[in-house]
């Protein structure tokens, strides 16, 4: 049983469905989709990330709760540096999680099924340090970063109009809705983008 | 000074830019956004609204926050019963919130400003329910029932078809991201469009 875990059980933690996190593997860190579903943690991965690569050879992720736009454009568009991490030793675990976010869980990563391009992920919480906070209300802002940014991950590969809409559409509502760091977010993923392919979006 | 206001300060609580909260007034419920700008909370109500006739007369809203997506929905499309509010005496004010929200905010609520279409309000918490909890990762499931919402709205009044284009977007997604709750909320949405807009959604 996870420390922590009688405090918080999974389901008081995670929601029912998808739950976006930060997930830090060996010196990497990406967005990730945590699925709860049946009372059980798992995420899916492709194979050709590091994160598979990681979780392949090391069995541990650190899932960060964070609610930090530019922390999510920033780790979905590049590598964080390596002072960007904290070491420590948890158990049998040798970890670097996230220096900036102090809500983060251990856990334990077993490769459950794969196919040639994914592999199926189980998770099981061995260490958790969340403090509790008051509740946070929807922020609309925020939450069109987290839409535009899945959504420039796919531009990124596929350069499909209708993506670039979304995106702007979201980037529209995240600069009516938002503060000062999803503002600075939302142009951080348009210079992102543009670099990648340029001319995509004024900035 | 509100009560708790020591415990938390609103830039504890709201977030820069536009809250999405579940505003009661006298025996009425909606969601509204409160903006937090230069450490001030104010929102913008439309005059035709019971939510402004009731500020008016009254001088005060109660800021309820919740992540419950029926909620939401319900509240934006219908009028809740009376045995949803507990009426309470807090101080000068006798106020209606809603029984199954247990985080909520009663705010002084004074006119600023008016046009011929909004009154402009500025809000100054005078008593603070808040239980801290752990912290909660992104859920897309529940942030695009509340996109689709805001759209669904506009759509009653203007059946843009572009906007219905969005709703069913959001949809997608939160039929793919979403928990049970998250899932009833976007079918009950349905449903309510499709009674003002026969045949508008599959549902």
Sequence with gaps: MAV?????????????????????????AA?????LKN???????FRTSHTAENIIRDGWIVAHITHDPVLFVRTTF?????ESYVEEKIGEYHIQRLRSVQNWIL?????LNKTSEKIFVGLEPVHIALTPEP????????????????????????QDTKLAE???????????????????????????????????FFE
């Design 107 to 111: 856990c334990k990563a077993q490769i």
């Design 4 to 28: 922590g875990s009688r405090l918080y059980p999974i389901d008081n933690i995670f929601i029912e469905g998808i739950n976006e996190v930060i997930v830090s593997t060996c010196y990497n």
């Design 78 to 82: 590049e590598d964080l540096s390596s």
């Design 39 to 45: 009372n059980s943690l798992s995420m899916i991965v």
């Design 166 to 200: 979304l995106i702007r559409h979201h980037g529209d509502l995240v600069m009516r809705c938002g503060g000062e760091s999803e503002k600075r977010a939302m142009k951080l993923l348009y210079t992102f983008v543009n670099s990648k392919n340029p001319g995509t």
């Design 31 to 35: 967005p990730m989709g945590i699925i």
């Design 135 to 158: 509740p946070h209300p929807v922020h609309r802002g925020f939450n069109n970063v987290i839409e535009a940014t899945v959504h420039a991950t796919r531009y990124i590969l596929y």
